[in-house]
C-alpha cells in the first residue's frame, strides 16, 4: 500500500518511463487522463504489459482492475507485442465490397495468420481496421504505415514480401 | 484581437498570396496523402526552387479536393496580366516525376499531364458550405483561414452579439445535427444554456466510426480552425469555458491538424483566456478516442473523456443537464460546428434559404464504394440518390446495374433503385427505412449480395456492442448467427422469422442507438431484397455470390 501522494517510482531505468510520466502530470495525474495515458504507453513501447498496467494504475491513483478493463475494451490497445512488420487490411464497407475478404484470404494462404495473430518469427502482424477513411482508394492496405490503395492480392502479397524482405 | 486586427492579417495574407501570379495547391488530406500526395508537393517546391521562380510561383499543400479516387490531385491557378488570366486547371494521378513538366507549363497553359475536367456535375452539382475552404486553405496556417473570413464570425458573435442572440440565429438557420439523429441545434443549446450559471462544457463528437464514412476527417484535416471557430460560438453561447474534442486515434493527421490549430488560435488570442478583450474565455482540449465504435454515442462518449471504459448510460438525463463530470455538456458532431460561422457570418436566412423546409443547408457526403468517382462532396439537401450516383458519382463502372446505396452505415440501410429518386432530407431517407447517418454513401452494384452485406454489418455491430445490455450484446449475436446460417445455406423458413422476431426486440429494448439501430441494415434488406434471402434458404445458388467466388478465383 503505498501512502505518499507523491510521483510514484518509474519501473525500471528505461527512458520512456518519464514519457509516459510526463503524460500522467500533464493531466495532474489524475484518473481521467488513463486513456491518453495508455495511448502514451502504446506509443512508446508498442503494447501495454503487466508492468505497464500497474504503473499507470499507481500513477493515475486508479485502481487496477479500471486500467485493465480500459485497456481490454478498447481495440485500439493491444495487450501483446505486435510482429516487427504490420500490416493492416480495411475492413470498412467500401473495402470490403471491393475485395478486402479476398486480401486477408490471401494473407492467410501465403502467411498462415489470421487478423489479430503474428507470424511465429515476430516477423510479421496481420491486423484489421474498422476504416482507414481512404475509401476512395478501396480497397486499403497500410503496409508498415505506407497506404497501399486499389490494390489486389497478388500486389499486395508482394509489397508484404519485400516489407519483411522474403 | 479586433475585428481590424482580423483584417490587417488577412489582407497581409491575401497580398502575400498575390504576389505570385501562379498558385499550386497539393492537397495534402489523407486520401492524396496516401498516394504519395507529399512528395509531389516535395518536388514541385524543389523545382521552384531550382528554377528560381518563387516570386512567380506559390506551392502549398491545402485540404481534400474531394475526388479522392483521382488522387493525389494538382490544381494549378493563374491569375493577373498574362493572357491566360485567372485560369484554373485541376491535375489528376500526378506524381513527383510530373513536376518540371507541370511547373515549366504554367507559363504557356499547356502540359502533357492528365487532365481533370472541372466543368463536370461531380464539381459543378455540389454546394460548398462546409467545405468551402476545402482544397483551398493550408490547414496548418491560421493566416490562410483568416484570409478566407475565419474567426470575423466568432469576434462578430463575441464582441456584438449576446448569447441568446446567437442561439436564435442558430434556430432560425434551422440547422440540424449532422450527425445522424437531426436534432435541431439550437435548440440543444438553448437546452445547454438555460441551466444556468455553472461549469459546462463543449463536446466535438470526432469519433466518426462508421465504415464507409470519412466526412469528418476530411473537414478536421482540411480545415480545422473552422471546427474550432464553431466551437467556440457555442461555448459562448451556451456559456461554457472549456471544450474537448474526442477524435479517433486512427486519425493522426486530423490531430496533428488539431493541436497545430488550436496552439495558432491560442497564440493569436482567438482561444484562450478573454478572448478579443471581453470576459468570455474557451479552452479547446483534444482527447484521443481508442478504437470503439460505440463512442460515438454521445454518454458513451463522455464516459471515455473521463478516463473510462465507453459504455452508455440510460437517458435522461440527457447530457445537456447532466454529461462530462455531471455538467451540462453540449455535443455536437464536426459539421454540424462547422456550419456555424458561415451561419453567424452570412446570417440565418441565407442558411435557411438552402434546402428543404425541414432540412436546411448541405449535407457531407463520402461517396464510395460501385461508382466512378469516389470522394467527398457536399450537396444541398433535397438532392435526389439518383443525382449523387449518377450526375455526381457518374455511375456504376463496367458496365454493371445499380443494386442498392447504403447510407447510415451500420445503423442505417439499403436503398433499392425504386427509391432512387427519393429527396435526401432527415425525413425521407427515414421513410424508406434507412437514416441520414453522418454521411457515408456506399453505393453497391449486382456483384453485392445483400445478403452477405447485412452479415457484414451485423458482425460489425455484433463486435462493436459494449456488452452492457442484454438485448443488444446477446441479440447482435443471435441474429449475426441466424445471417451465417442463412448465408450457408442452411436455413430454415423458420430461421428467417425468428431472425425478424429478433430485429423487432432487439430495436425496441436495446439500451442506446448501437443496439437500437443495429437490425437497420436486416430489416431494410429484408425489405427490398427478400427474394434474396429466401433463395438462399430454398438452397438455391445465391447468383451473386456465386459470381463474386468466380472472381475471386479469377483474381
Known amino acids: 500500500m503505498q501512502t505518499y501522494l507523491g510521483p510514484p517510482q518509474l519501473p525500471s531505468d528505461d527512458k520512456r518511463w518519464k514519457i509516459v510520466e510526463a503524460t500522467a502530470r500533464r493531466h495532474g495525474r489524475e484518473p481521467h487522463a488513463l486513456i491518453e495515458t495508455l495511448h502514451t504507453v502504446q506509443e512508446t513501447f508498442g503494447y501495454l504489459d503487466e508492468t505497464a498496467l500497474r504503473f499507470v494504475a499507481v500513477t493515475l491513483r486508479a485502481p487496477l482492475s479500471r486500467v485493465y478493463g480500459a485497456a481490454t475494451f478498447y481495440h485500439f490497445f493491444t495487450l501483446k507485442p505486435k510482429g516487427k512488420h504490420a500490416c493492416v487490411v480495411c475492413t470498412g464497407t467500401a473495402c470490403y465490397i471491393k475485395g478486402a475478404p479476398a486480401l486477408l484470404a490471401a494473407i492467410e494462404k501465403r502467411h498462415g495468420i489470421k487478423p489479430g495473430e503474428t507470424t511465429p518469427d515476430g516477423e510479421l502482424s496481420v491486423l484489421t481496421a474498422r476504416c482507414l477513411g481512404s475509401c476512395g482508394l478501396a480497397p486499403a492496405v497500410v503496409m508498415d504505415n505506407a497506404v497501399m490503395g486499389k490494390i489486389g492480392p497478388e500486389e499486395m502479397l508482394a509489397r508484404i514480401g519485400k516489407g519483411i524482405g522474403r | 484581437m479586433t475585428i481590424e486586427e482580423l483584417r490587417k492579417i488577412a489582407e497581409t495574407e491575401r497580398e502575400a498570396q498575390n504576389k505570385c501570379p501562379h498558385k499550386v495547391c497539393v492537397c495534402i488530406a489523407a486520401g492524396c496523402l496516401s498516394s504519395g500526395a507529399d512528395q509531389v508537393r516535395d518536388a514541385l517546391k524543389r523545382e521552384v526552387a531550382e528554377s528560381g521562380m518563387q516570386n512567380e ?132 443549446w438553448s437546452t445547454v444554456a438555460k441551466t444556468g450559471e455553472q461549469e459546462k462544457y463543449v463536446i466535438c463528437n470526432a469519433d466518426e466510426g462508421d465504415p464507409g464514412a470519412f466526412m469528418d476527417r476530411a473537414v478536421l484535416e482540411s480545415d480545422p480552425h473552422r471546427v474550432l471557430e464553431g466551437m467556440a460560438i457555442a461555448a459562448y453561447a451556451v456559456g461554457a469555458q472549456k471544450g474537448f474534442i474526442y477524435v479517433r486515434a486512427e486519425y493522426p493527421l486530423a490531430v496533428k491538424h488539431l493541436k497545430t490549430a488550436i496552439k495558432q488560435a491560442e497564440r493569436l488570442g482567438l482561444l484562450g483566456n478573454n478572448i478579443s478583450g471581453t470576459r468570455f474565455s474557451f479552452h479547446a482540449d483534444i482527447r484521443l478516442g481508442a478504437g470503439a465504435f460505440v463512442c460515438g454515442e454521445e454518454t458513451a462518449l463522455i464516459a471515455s473523456i473521463e478516463g473510462k471504459r465507453g459504455t452508455p448510460r440510460p437517458r435522461p438525463p440527457y447530457p445537456a443537464e447532466e454529461g462530462l463530470w455531471g455538467c451540462p455538456t453540449l455535443i455536437n458532431n464536426v459539421e454540424t460546428f462547422a456550419n456555424v460561422a458561415p451561419i453567424i457570418r452570412n446570417g440565418a436566412e441565407w442558411f435557411a434559404g438552402i434546402g428543404t423546409e425541414k432540412s436546411k443547408g448541405t449535407k457531407v457526403f463520402a461517396l464510395a464504394g460501385r461508382v466512378e468517382n469516389t470522394g467527398l462532396i457536399e450537396v444541398p439537401m433535397g438532392i435526389t440518390l439518383r443525382e449523387i450516383i449518377y450526375d455526381i458519382g457518374g455511375g456504376i463502372p463496367e458496365g454493371k446495374q445499380y443494386k442498392a446505396v447504403q447510407t447510415g452505415g451500420p445503423s442505417g440501410g439499403c436503398i433499392p433503385s425504386p427509391h432512387l429518386d427519393s429527396p435526401v432530407d432527415y425525413e425521407s431517407l427515414a421513410r424508406i427505412g434507412s437514416i441520414m447517418g453522418s454521411g457515408g454513401m456506399i453505393v453497391m452494384d449486382e456483384t453485392s449480395c445483400m445478403v452477405d452485406v447485412a452479415k457484414y454489418f451485423m458482425e460489425f455491430c455484433m463486435s462493436e456492442s459494449c456488452g452492457k445490455c442484454v438485448p443488444c450484446r446477446a441479440g447482435t449475436q443471435q441474429m449475426h448467427g441466424l445471417l451465417e446460417k442463412i448465408a450457408a445455406g442452411e436455413a430454415t423458413p423458420a430461421d428467417l422469422a425468428l431472425l425478424e422476431e429478433l430485429c423487432e426486440l432487439v430495436r425496441s429494448t436495446s439500451l442506446c442507438g448501437l443496439g437500437q439501430s443495429a437490425p437497420n441494415p436486416i430489416v431494410t434488406t429484408l425489405k427490398y431484397f427478400r427474394k434474396e434471402y429466401e433463395d438462399h434458404i430454398a438452397g438455391a445458388s445465391c447468383p451473386t455470390c456465386h459470381t463474386k467466388e468466380h472472381e475471386e478465383v479469377a483474381r
Open chain 2, 57 to 188: 510561383v506559390l506551392v502549398k499543400g491545402v485540404g481534400c479536393m474531394g475526388l479522392c479516387s483521382a488522387g493525389p490531385l494538382v490544381s494549378a491557378e493563374t491569375q493577373g496580366a498574362t493572357q491566360f488570366a485567372a485560369e484554373s486547371h485541376l491535375f489528376a494521378g500526378v506524381t513527383s516525376e510530373d513536376a518540371p513538366e507541370l511547373i515549366r507549363g504554367l507559363d504557356t497553359g499547356s502540359n502533357g499531364l492528365k487532365r481533370c475536367p472541372t466543368n463536370v456535375p461531380f464539381f459543378e452539382r455540389q454546394k460548398k458550405i462546409v467545405l468551402e475552404n476545402s482544397g483551398k486553405i493550408d490547414p496548418e496556417r491560421i493566416e490562410d483561414y483568416i484570409a478566407s473570413d475565419g474567426y470575423v464570425a466568432l469576434v462578430t458573435a463575441i464582441t456584438e452579439m449576446t448569447p441568446q442572440e446567437v442561439i436564435d440565429q442558430l434556430l432560425r438557420s434551422g440547422l440540424r445535427g449532422r450527425g445522424g439523429a437531426g436534432y435541431p441545434t439550437g435548440l440543444k
